[in-house]
């Protein structure tokens, strides 16, 4: 395992050469596609007039410069970053351990492993680098956001380079599971079809939906089962941070 965090540079102007050296491998033909120059244009017209995005231009890429494609064990699929001030970091559903109140959905993640599997998540860790350490990748659909403007970057460019992230781990041998919750991480289920990894579905665990299936998917405890399955070992959940 190669640890966190992987690699200190994040902002686009270095990508490719700021990702681990399989991910960079597998994506540095993006960089010279259209819609990857269109959405670093996109980004730089929104410094430009002065809005806030978010996370910060280090923390945009963290979640594969975090995890390096061998490493990757199991992935939770996100939508974008939270869009309040001082919460993303670049990794899904994560915040800085002394940012307070926790997002609801993050209380709701935490509540499933304690109702999943008997431990409860100290109040004062919230940035689940422990879990990326592990080989968990914190992966949203869309790397950036307006503030205050949920989904604002939607349709930008970043699904088509998330896509490319997804389709590389579907590409694997190794088998991994694969956590999609919500509606439009559920759209990637085509991803896996006819390999050896596993997808666990499940409604979003935001309080509009977590109540709906969320809470109560065990998916924390399935995960760990399938990993010895496939003679991996478990992901200790109550190391949310390190």
Known sequence: MTGFPHVPKTEMAHFPEN???????????????DYFKSLSKFLKAEQSTGAVVFPEKKNILRAVQSVDLPDVRVVILGQDPYHGMDQAI???????????????????????????????????????????????LLLNSVLTVREGEAFSHRGKGWEIFTDEVIRSLAERKEPIVFMLWGAAARKKRDFFKGTPHVALESPHPSPLSAHRGFLGNKHFSKANELLRKFDQPEIRWERVSI
Do not use: C, M, Y
Not at 19 to 33: D, H, N, Q, T, V
Not at 99 to 112: D, G
């Open 19 to 33: 990702l681990p050296p399989a991910w960079r491998a597998r994506l540095s033909g993006e960089a010279k596609k």
């Open 90 to 136: 670049g990794l899904s559903f994560a915040v800085p351990n002394n940012h307070f109140p926790k997002p609801p959905s993050l209380q709701n993640i935490f509540k499933e492993i304690r109702s999943d599997l008997g431990v409860t998540i100290p109040a004062g860790v919230s940035d689940l680098s422990g879990w990326v350490a592990q080989g968990v």
